[in-house]
């Protein structure tokens, strides 16, 4: 049996960041990866690109039971921390919409970061290895195959369920189980939406358009872009809003969230009388859409000069515009997730240290934990603050 003094389940910007941490406090670290490589979903996240941080990061970006759990761990690593980490290896990257930070070049150098200061902390990193058992007397015992390890304090940073071809699993929410702690229900978050029917049917035919938009349920509002794709709706706007929708709810979508459309559509009705409505809304809006939706909802005018519509007419079609309400019929589930909404509950954890309240020496970082952050590198924020907050006291 080889023994240390911390023991972390999971190769992923979290368990990476507390070995991390804890490597460099002079503490022996070993890290137990179950896939092949490691930091998968940091290669991936961004388009390639890592969108590693967000500099707008506050509490109120991130969902929880207890929303006031975040504060203590995020408070104590900053974005700024994390973009020094960034600048101290020479990494070039650039800000998009409201803050998100990307590499310039490729996510590789997000995870090159983590495994070279990993390495100078004396971290020891093991992939490929399916544990079998977990038991505590005294020192936390962990076997796989023909290998036994012990160590003092064992790290839970096993991620969610989203993305189950990268090696996503319940490990995680089994191994909280086994020592006692309350696991709150999870489902999908950050993820597209599915319609069946004739909307599906619709939608088909715009499967590759963007728009900005403005689009709302449950009480929250997300303005970004939407995508429409073959299954359905996806986007910046729709995966934020997804975290929130529960089955059965609708959204609400404004297409034309940047203008007043009612006010638009009488304005053009007075300076180009001639001009027909499908003409006009083309201006603004793809052709595409404008097509689909006219055959919904005004297909008798589509071919009507503006000046022949009765004013009322263009308020409802204002109205639709700004005010199309949807009913998914699903999300595509945990198969194309971001994330993992709910886990370990934050009831069972100091918020300052990520150790189990009642089973010393066990520690929850990351998705794992019920703490889930908006689309914009809030997510990778909480795996940097949480592991660092682990890290500086396994």
Known sequence: MEDYDVIILGAGAAG????????????????????????KKILMSGGGRCNFTNVNCDPSHFMSANPKF????LSRYTPWDFIALVDKHGIAYHEKTLGQLFCDESSKQ??????DEAAQAGVTIRTHFEVATVTHSGRYIVKGGRQSFSSDSLVIATGGLSIPKMGATDFGYRMARQFGLHVQETRAGLVPFTFTGDMHT?????????????????????????LFTHRGLSGPA?????????????????????????????????????????????????????LELQAMHWQDIAATALREIADDRLRTLASALQNWHLKPAATEGYRTAEVTIGGVDTDELSSKTMECKRQPGLYCIGEVVDVTGH???????????????AGQVT
């Open 238 to 290: 729709i995966l934020q809003v997804s975290s929130y929708w529960t089955p059965g709810d609708t959204i609400n979508i404004n297409l034309l969230p940047d203008c007043d459309a009612e006010s638009m559509l009488l304005q053009a009705k007075q300076s180009q009388p001639k001009s027909l409505l499908r003409t006009v809304l083309s201006e603004i809006l793809p052709r595409a859409l404008v």
């Open 202 to 226: 619709m939608l088909l035919q715009l499967s590759g358009v963007s728009i900005p938009s403005r689009i709302s349920t449950a009480g929250v509002t997300f303005a970004e872009d939407l």
């Open 70 to 73: 975040c504060i203590s761990a």
């Open 110 to 115: 997000i995870l090159q970061l983590l495994v």
């Open 16 to 39: 990476l960041m507390c070995a991390i941490t804890a490597g460099n406090r002079g503490r022996r670290v070993l890290i137990l990866e179950s896939s092949n490589k490691i930091g």
């Open 375 to 389: 689309l914009g590198g809030f997510n990778f924020q909480w795996a940097w603050a949480s592991g660092h907050a």
